[in-house]
């Protein structure tokens, strides 16, 4: 079973910068995608970006792009999210996630079948 820990959140002003990590126990057939996905409060789970482990291929939802970049690390099974220029809005409980491929819907979660627990990122004005 893969697992997946979260770390890096935490508290900054709009327009700062934070870098999650995501280490993923094993690279198997059920993580060779591995996605960020984010939740605040009353709201739905939203599909952020996300990246095939193998070749680098990367993915981001609209509202993040040219702010956001998610990178791997393979020797350390880690995958991170960078994220520039945050703002309240970005404000969420941020949780990485592994499947085992995805479709043109990448930002659907029912494609990944493994997830960690989050990391919290609070955004003030």
């Known amino acids: 079973q893969v697992q997946l820990v979260e770390s890096g959140g935490g508290s900054v002003q709009a327009g700062g910068s934070l870098r999650l990590s995501c280490v993923v126990s094993e690279y198997t057939s059920s993580s060779v995608f591995v996605g960020w996905f984010r939740q605040a409060p009353g709201k739905e789970r939203e599909g952020v970006a996300s990246?095939?482990?193998?070749?680098?291929?990367?993915y981001y939802a609209d509202s993040v792009k040219g702010r956001f970049t998610i990178s791997r690390d393979n020797v350390k099974r880690t995958v991170y999210l960078g994220m520039n220029s945050l703002q309240p809005e970005d404000t969420a409980m941020y949780y990485c996630a592994a499947a085992s491929y995805l479709s043109s819907n990448w930002y659907r979660s029912q494609l990944y079948n493994y997830w960690g627990q989050g990391t919290q990122v609070t955004v003030s004005s």
């Open positions: 990246i095939y482990t193998q070749n680098g291929r990367t």
